[in-house]
């Protein structure tokens, strides 16, 4: 599952390709960043990550709003059937938050893909809430505080934010579940120089740098290709 800032360059380059007509490119943008709100422990993943979405649904969604949510739900599928399929996970060293590494190492080398004035202007498309937003029954006061994370996120780029601020909550229904979630959160925030290590180690690593590259420089050509399932889920979808 792709991270927050490699969402984003993956909406601007799909913007830039002329593929898809989009009207309101704030909505758009808010659309493909709001369905990880769901780590904000406020809805579920199920509500927020479409199953099977295509590039046809993307195209002929509804809403700006809609299509942005529909293409982080199609990246999210598209992006770990070819990390898989490049061993990309196998350049992560064994640790607890594999995946997680490998989602800051693609927002950290894609995250000057657009200049240092276009983040200024995303950044400044998360000051308010949009209409669709509230549409899910998700207070006011969160969905701002999922908005600051991003922003924060953005700001802290190319270097990784505290992530004790990161969250992970989760949507829970069992105290069990919401204790499993916290300590999860917990552990992520007492990894961070263990994590730090590895971003590190990953900077001269040029394979992984090419694999992350060849697919963002290329994200609509592997967006419009059928759905590939992976059997086995190699990482949780956190």
């Not at 360059?9 to 808010?30: P, R």
């Not at 006061?141 to 992970?168: G, K, V």
């Not at 690593?205 to 086995?232: G, M, R």
């Amino acid at each position: 599952m792709a991270g927050p800032v490699s969402h984003i360059i993956c909406a601007l380059t799909v913007l830039n390709s002329g593929n898809i007509q989009i009207q309101d490119k704030q909505a758009f943008i808010l659309g493909t960043s709001f369905p990880d709100i769901r780590y904000m422990g406020v809805i579920s993943r199920d509500q927020t990550h479409k199953k099977e979405v295509t590039w046809h649904d993307v195209q002929h969604a509804s809403s700006d709003f809609e299509a942005g949510m529909l293409l982080h739900a199609l990246l999210d599928q598209v992006r770990e059937a070819y990390v898989v399929e490049q061993g990309a996970y196998d350049h992560i060293p064994n640790t607890r938050f594999k995946a997680h590494c490998l989602k800051f190492f693609e927002d950290i080398t894609m995250w000057d893909t657009a200049k240092s004035a276009e983040w200024q202007t995303i950044i400044s498309y998360f000051d308010t809430v949009h209409p669709a937003e509230k549409q899910f029954g998700i207070p006011e006061e969160t969905i701002l505080q999922w908005h600051n994370f991003i922003q924060d996120y953005i700001r802290a780029m190319p270097n990784l934010p505290n992530l004790s601020q990161f969250p992970f909550y989760a949507y829970s229904t069992t105290i069990k579940d919401l204790i499993k979630r916290k300590a999860m959160q917990l552990a992520l925030a007492a990894s961070q120089p263990l994590i730090n290590y590895v971003m590190g180690s990953l900077a001269t690593d040029q394979e992984l740098h090419d694999i992350v590259h060849t697919f963002y420089d290329n994200v609509t050509y592997y967006l419009e290709l059928p759905i590939v399932k992976i059997d086995v889920a190699v990482q949780p979808a956190y």
